[in-house]
C-alpha cells in the first residue's frame, strides 16, 4: 500500500526567508503524481504544487519550488521569500494516474508552518 | 464560478443518529470525492463517485455511502455515528479523465456527542 510520511510536525521561518518542508513516499508504481495542498485556518485546501513522477525536472509555481527524488521517493517543498500568508497547514499528497483517470489522493499527516515577522 | 460548495457548514449529532452532508462540484467537473479529516491528522480518502456510481472506495465501513446526480452534486451519508466519525468532511471535484487537480469545498464539520 502506498503511504506518505512529513516528519515535520511544526515548522517555523522568519518572513522573507526560506524554509523547506520535508515528504517521504512509498510506492511500487512508476506512474504518479505527488502534490503539496496547503490548508489555512480557513480549512479549504488549495493546490500549492505539482509534479508528475515521469518528468525530471522539478516543478515550480513563483516562490514555491519541489525537489523530487524520486530513486529516493522524496518530495520537498521550498518556500522562498517566506510571506505571512504562508502560514499554514501543508500536506504532501500521492496520486496514482491509470486509466486515464487520476486516483484518490493520499496525504501525510501534514506540517504546520508559522511564518514570524 | 463558485468553486466546490458544501453545506451544512457545522452539524452535531448524537451517536447513533444518521446524517447526511451535501456536495457540489466546481463548474465542469463531473468527479465528487469525499474525505475524512480528523483533527490534527490528514484527510482520508472515503470514495470517489462517477457516472452516479461509486468508483472507488478507502478503507471505510458500510455505514458510509453516498450518492451522485444527474447534475453530478453529491451526497455522503453516515448511519449509526459513532463518536469517532467526528471530523471535517471534504468533498473535492474533478473531471474524470485526466490528471487534473481536485478541487476541494471548505468542508463540513460533523461533531458527535
Known amino acids: 500500500a502506498q503511504t506518505v510520511t512529513q516528519s515535520q510536525p511544526e515548522m517555523s521561518v522568519q518572513e522573507a526567508e526560506t524554509v523547506t518542508l520535508s515528504c517521504t513516499y512509498d510506492t511500487s508504481e512508476s506512474d504518479y503524481y505527488l502534490f503539496w495542498y496547503k490548508q489555512p485556518p480557513s480549512r479549504q485546501m488549495i493546490l500549492v504544487i505539482r509534479?508528475?513522477?515521469?518528468?525530471?525536472q522539478n516543478a515550480t509555481e513563483n516562490r514555491f519550488s519541489v525537489n523530487f527524488q524520486k530513486a529516493a521517493k522524496s518530495f520537498s517543498l521550498k518556500i522562498s521569500d517566506s510571506q505571512l500568508g504562508d502560514a499554514a497547514m501543508y500536506f504532501c499528497?500521492?496520486?496514482?494516474?491509470?486509466?486515464?483517470?487520476?486516483?484518490?489522493?493520499?496525504f501525510g499527516k501534514g506540517t504546520k508552518l508559522s511564518v514570524k515577522p | 464560478d463558485a468553486g466546490v460548495t458544501q453545506s451544512p457548514t457545522h452539524l452535531i449529532k448524537t451517536r447513533g443518529q444518521q446524517v447526511t452532508l451535501r456536495c457540489s462540484p466546481k463548474?465542469?467537473?463531473?468527479?465528487v470525492s469525499w474525505y475524512q479529516q480528523a483533527l490534527g491528522q490528514g484527510p482520508q480518502f472515503i470514495f470517489q463517485y462517477y457516472e452516479e456510481e461509486e468508483r472507488q472506495r478507502g478503507n471505510f465501513p458500510d455505514r458510509f455511502s453516498g450518492h451522485q446526480f444527474p447534475n453530478y452534486s453529491s451526497e455522503l451519508n453516515v448511519n449509526a455515528l459513532l463518536l469517532g466519525d467526528s471530523a471535517l468532511y471534504l468533498c473535492a471535484s474533478s473531471p474524470y479523465t485526466g490528471a487534473y487537480e481536485q478541487y476541494f469545498g471548505p468542508g463540513t464539520r460533523l461533531t458527535v456527542t
Open positions: 509534479q508528475e513522477a515521469y518528468k525530471q
Open positions: 463548474s465542469g467537473h463531473d468527479t
Open positions: 499528497a500521492y496520486s496514482l494516474y491509470y486509466g486515464g483517470s487520476q486516483g484518490n489522493l493520499i
